[in-house]
């Protein structure tokens, strides 16, 4: 079974600059998540997608963040415009939504470096 | 915010001692889960405990949940040098839409 797939893997841009992340989750799990992990910290979601609709976005700085998951598949994430404080490593993750448990399957993320 | 406070913050043992790991959490959940993460093969799923389940083994894991004092642990039995990683808890809170929040994280590191 294909895991959870993101591009670039890293990236390197000037503060102010825009960037942006792509994520293609697990055939068939309908729930999407993006997760910001700064260095020595544990992953902070961002926003969760349920099928293309927004389940949680309480995180997101909406001034500059931006997200979509059009077609409930694939799902994009963009920085316009970068901060210093934005470099981070940004997961994907995906889950099948049952009633209780949701056991996440993490991409392998990309690393984000702004100067 | 971060709901789940990992303890300690790092442990340093030597192949084949046990190690354990503590989560403490902030309000009701329905579930709580540890994830492991190494520079190999990123974070990954370990363990799911569900708020009325007190105890769960998977090979070489053994997780505990006690909702009374919202803390888990995580044993790891007869350590190997691949068991060197972060690890994660992560809950969710009940009433809060699913939404998962992770710890801080606890470094082991496992001298062979």
């Known amino acids: 079974e294909a895991g959870v797939a993101q591009s670039p893997r890293y990236k390197i841009i000037e503060k102010r600059q825009s960037v942006a992340f792509w994520c293609n989750p697990i055939s068939g799990h309908a729930t999407l998540y993006w997760y910001q992990q700064i260095l020595g910290q544990g992953p902070k979601l961002l926003i969760q997608?349920?099928?293309?609709?927004?389940?949680?976005d309480s995180q997101l700085p909406k001034d500059r963040f931006s997200a979509e998951r059009l077609k409930g598949v694939d799902s994009t994430l963009k920085i316009q415009p970068a901060k210093l404080e934005d470099s981070a490593v940004y997961l994907c993750?995906?889950?099948?939504?049952?009633?209780?448990?949701?056991?996440?399957?993490f991409g392998p993320g990309t690393r984000l470096t702004v100067l | 915010s971060q709901q789940g406070e990992e303890d300690p913050q790092a442990l340093s043992i030597q192949e084949g001692e046990n190690a354990t790991m503590n989560c403490s959490y902030k309000t009701s959940i329905n579930n709580l889960q540890w994830y492991r993460q190494n520079s190999g093969r990123g974070l990954v799923h370990l363990i799911l405990?569900?708020?009325?389940?007190r105890e769960k083994h998977s090979g070489r894991l053994r997780v505990t949940l006690d909702t009374s004092k919202k803390s888990s642990s995580l044993l790891i039995t007869a350590s190997r040098a691949a068991d060197t990683a972060s690890y994660f808890c992560a809950t969710d809170a009940r009433g809060g839409g699913f939404k998962t929040i992770f710890g801080a994280g606890t470094r082991l590191f496992v001298k062979a």
């Open positions: 993750a995906s889950s099948l939504r049952t009633s209780d448990a949701n056991e996440q399957f």
């Open positions: 405990i569900r708020s009325n389940e």
């Open positions: 997608f349920q099928n293309n609709g927004v389940v949680d």
